[in-house]
């Protein structure tokens, strides 16, 4: 079975339901296990698009990813 690929848009909602899950006293791995992912997946998304709101234009996402590319190099 093919894995999904998951957009830049798509991932920041998911860790917006994951913070929505947990403020309203869900644990968080029961809310990474809620939308469909691994905590290790979870963890790395968060990393990734920390801070960043639904409403970035695809070009500040990429903009966000580039500078965390060179930050992490």
């Not at 998951?6 to 029961?30: F, H, N, T, W």
Request: charged share 30%.
């Amino acid at each position: 079975m093919a894995k999904k690929r998951y957009q830049p848009e798509e991932i920041v909602i998911k860790l917006r339901q994951v913070e929505v899950l947990e403020s309203q006293g869900m644990a968080v791995s029961d809310a990474i296990r809620q939308i469909g992912v691994s905590e290790v997946t979870f963890y790395r998304w968060r990393r990734e698009y920390r801070g960043m709101a639904i409403h970035h234009e695809k070009m500040d996402i990429v903009k966000v990813l580039m500078h965390n590319l060179d930050a992490n190099f």
